[in-house]
């Protein structure tokens, strides 16, 4: 059985970065549905599923690109900054939809890319 990846990597090669994150977005959505169907259709929760078994993965590449696409822009004048933390509060909800996706370590990534944001703001370091 073919492996099936969240986003296509053609999705993601194109537009804004704007445009990259929302494509990113949508897709840990899709990936968030299916692994939660995948969960309630499983009738043993005792066996864990096998990586042979895996049908879905989420494009990790596609993130980390955007990723250090967004870590590369200018920070120079207060809106720069301002733009800069709006696009990693973004990054950091998709990280969210994944750890919802019964991926729970993400959450010190998803706590790094929100204080991160904040400093850029000039903000508390909360979540």
């Given amino acids: 059985m073919a492996l099936t990846f969240y986003p296509h990597p053609d ?9 990259r994150i929302e494509v990113l977005m949508d897709a840990a959505e ?4 299916v692994i939660l ?3 309630n259709v499983g009738s043993d929760e005792s066996k864990r599923p096998l990586p042979r078994d895996q049908v879905i993965a989420y494009n990790w590449e ?10 590369e822009l200018p920070e ?12 990693l509060n973004r990054l950091a909800e998709i990280y969210e939809v994944l750890r919802a ?3 729970s370590k993400l959450e010190a990534v998803r706590l790094a890319l929100i204080s ?12």
Avoid: C, H
Avoid at 11 to 19: H, P, R
Avoid at 62 to 71: I, K, M, T, Y
């Fill in 11 to 19: 999705d993601t090669q194109k537009g804004t970065i704007e445009d």
């Fill in 101 to 103: 996706a019964k991926m």
């Fill in 62 to 71: 596609e993130v980390s690109r955007v990723l250090r696409l967004v870590r």
């Fill in 76 to 87: 120079g004048t207060p809106a720069d900054k301002l733009k800069k933390a709006g696009l």
């Fill in 37 to 39: 169907e995948e969960k």
């Fill in 116 to 127: 991160e944001a904040n400093q850029l703001r000039g903000g508390p370091n909360v979540a």
């Fill in 30 to 33: 899709r990936f968030k549905a």
